[in-house]
């Protein structure tokens, strides 16, 4: 049974950092690429972050580079988000996502109908 479970999440003041982990379990995560989204409540779902099976390549929103780092560890089944110099803008449910069933393909666009396993999310909150 494929598993993602996010962690990390929590209240944090504007300049302030958080880590995120995910904990994937079920699938050959080393296989996958993975990604990090996040949606408001009544917005649609927004790409943040995702990284290559291996971890070399990584991609970012325009919203949070320079802020955010991707990063995995394949040997602990383990995908990362540090998050830092947030902002009150940054304030969303945030997701794991895996996408490797047929092939990583355009994973770095971050489309949310591209990825293939989703977790339950962790809640980010940044007051200003």
């Known amino acids: 049974q494929v598993q993602l479970v996010e962690s990390g999440g929590g209240s944090v003041q504007a300049g302030g950092s958080l880590r995120l982990s995910c904990a994937a379990s079920?699938?050959?995560?080393?296989?996958?690429?993975m990604g990090w989204f996040r949606q408001a409540p009544g917005k649609e779902r927004e790409g943040v972050a995702a990284?290559?099976?291996?971890?070399?390549?990584?991609y970012y929103a325009d919203s949070v580079k320079a802020r955010f780092t991707i990063s995995r560890d394949n040997a602990k089944n383990t995908l990362y988000l540090e998050m830092n110099s947030l902002r009150a803008d940054d304030t969303d449910m945030y997701y794991c996502?895996?996408?490797?069933?047929?092939?990583?393909?355009?994973?770095?666009?971050?489309?949310?109908?591209?990825?293939?396993?989703w977790g339950q999310g962790t809640q980010v909150t940044v007051s200003s």
């Open positions: 996502a895996a996408k490797g069933r047929t092939g990583c393909g355009a994973y770095y666009r971050l489309r949310s109908h591209d990825y293939d396993y």
């Open positions: 990284i290559s099976t291996g971890g070399g390549n990584t």
């Open positions: 079920g699938y050959a995560f080393s296989t996958y690429c």
